[in-house]
């Protein structure tokens, strides 16, 4: 991984060095190995780099944060064994998990140990759904992006033959079947629907299908493991059929993965909190140190600002307080705006546009300022 080297050893000295002073102890959760272990970079910068910046300014109240790390590998038996250990150590607040599937276990134990969860990327509706006072998240859902991307099937693919392929995971399945909501509701009519296992390598047989069927546009609930070589294999053979998913699928390894192939991908996601105002300073200090704070890394250092907004207003670090603020739906001023929360742990603002992978001035295929309309 590209950032890992230099935040794990940023992460170590800002848990070890601080440990004797520190009195806020707070844990990050994400995929640094396995099938999004971009994405779990990104979360871990965010989160690294959020407790430094209020450590160098006093910490909260006068108390610094000691942070804890955990790797998942985005498998959810790792992601409980995280929690657990988080649970052993004392932690009362933790940033993660990234992935739905690990989330939504490593939430449980969670409740159980009386410590709040902010999520910066899992999407499932169900993490919130259940009636928990500990789980919040600083992203939208799916039922959310998934309006904005059968909107899209319907009104400019109208006629068209659409697969819908998933990744089996709660994240993929999720996504497309949130979308396909949108997509019926709306008088649109699926051609293909099929899941995938994450981790394969060569999708031949699936891409011969899709060409059998007459397929003018895919669209994926999964991330940009699966989705780099799905679009790679169906330009070798011939299908020039764009691809089109959601978040899962926005970091630059999709590009390294796909190759040229990835130029007219569609994808979902927030608008570039990279732009916000706000995050001038923290976007600066990201690029001193190398990091191209892209995707769910801004994500992640506002749930630390949440955190230790929640922590200044009432006093405490025991999660159920911290929840407790946080539910009346007061908003927190954060690197990508102002945040504030439902009953459920739902911001009240999600907002999703689509956009389109295109060659930049540099040559590179990004998504960066490519926003259309759905």
Same mark, same amino acid.
């Given at each position: ?6 935040l ?8 070890l ?5 520190a009195?806020?102890?707070i844990?990050v ?5 396995g099938?999004?272990?971009?994405f ?6 965010g989160?690294?780099q ?7 300014a006093g910490g909260v109240?006068?108390?610094?944060? &000691?942070?804890?790390v ?5 498998d959810?038996k790792?992601g409980?064994?995280v ?14 998990? !990234?992935?739905s599937?690990?989330?939504i276990?490593?939430?449980?134990v ?5 410590i709040?969860q902010?999520t ?6 169900k993490?919130?759904e ?5 789980? !919040?998240?600083?992203c939208?859902r799916d ?5 904005v991307?059968g909107? $899209?099937?319907?009104?400019k ?12 995971t709660?994240?993929?399945r999720?996504l497309?079947? /949130? ?11 699926e ?5 995938v ?5 060569? $999708?031949a047989?699936l891409?011969?299908k899709?060409?059998?069927n ?9 991330? $940009?493991t699966?989705?780099?070589l799905?679009?790679?294999q ?8 764009p691809l089109m998913?959601g978040?899962?699928m926005v970091?630059?390894?999709l590009?390294?993965?796909a190759?040229?192939?990835?130029e007219?991908?569609l994808t *979902?996601f927030?608008p570039d ?18 990091i191209e704070p892209?995707?769910?890394t801004?994500y992640?250092?506002?749930a ?5 907004r929640?922590?200044?207003? *009432?006093?405490a670090t /025991?999660? /159920?307080t911290?929840? &407790?603020?946080?539910h009346?739906g007061k908003?927190?001023?954060?690197v990508?705006?102002?945040?504030a ?9 999600p907002?999703?546009?689509?956009y ?5 001035a540099s040559?590179?295929?990004d ?6 309309a759905?």
């Amino acid at each position: 991984m590209r950032t890992f080297t230099m935040l794990a050893g940023l992460a170590l000295g800002l848990a070890l060095g601080g440990a004797a002073q520190a009195q806020i102890k707070i844990g990050v959760a994400s995929p640094v190995t396995g099938n999004s272990a971009a994405f779990g970079a990104q979360v871990r910068n965010g989160a690294v780099q959020a407790v430094e910046d209020l450590n160098r300014a006093g910490g909260v109240k006068g108390k610094k944060f &000691a942070l804890s790390v955990g790797d998942d590998a985005s498998d959810p038996k790792q992601g409980v064994s995280v929690a657990n250990k988080f649970a052993s150590e004392g932690v009362t607040m933790v940033v993660g998990n !990234f992935n739905s599937g690990v989330s939504i276990p490593a939430s449980d134990v969670y409740l159980d140990a009386g410590i709040i969860q902010i999520t910066p990327g899992s999407t499932n509706v169900k993490f919130t759904e259940r009636g928990m006072w500990n789980t !919040f998240r600083t992203c939208g859902r799916d039922d959310q992006q998934g309006a904005v991307a059968g909107a $899209y099937l319907v009104g400019k693919m109208a006629g068209k033959k659409i697969a819908f392929i998933h990744d089996k995971t709660p994240y993929g399945r999720g996504l497309v079947d /949130e979308t396909l909501k949108v997509y019926r509701a709306k008088g649109g009519k699926e051609t293909m629907l099929e899941g995938v296992n994450p981790g394969e390598k060569d $999708y031949a047989a699936l891409v011969s299908k899709l060409k059998q069927n007459g397929i003018d546009l895919v669209y994926f609930g999964g991330y $940009y493991t699966e989705a780099g070589l799905i679009i790679r294999q169906m330009r070798d053979q011939g299908l020039k059929a764009p691809l089109m998913g959601g978040d899962g699928m926005v970091d630059r390894e999709l590009v390294a993965i796909a190759g040229p192939a990835a130029e007219g991908t569609l994808t *979902t996601f927030p608008p570039d909190a990279r732009k916000n105002p706000a995050a001038k300073d923290v976007v600066a200090a990201f690029k001193a140190k190398g990091i191209e704070p892209e995707g769910y890394t801004l994500y992640a250092y506002a749930a630390v600002q949440i955190l230790a907004r929640a922590i200044e207003a *009432t006093g405490a670090t /025991e999660g /159920e307080t911290l929840a &407790a603020y946080l539910h009346q739906g007061k908003p927190t001023a954060t690197v990508i705006g102002d945040i504030a929360y439902d009953k459920k742990g739902d911001i009240t603002r999600p907002d999703y546009v689509l956009y389109e992978w295109k060659k930049n001035a540099s040559g590179t295929v990004d998504y960066t300022g490519n926003e259309i309309a759905p």
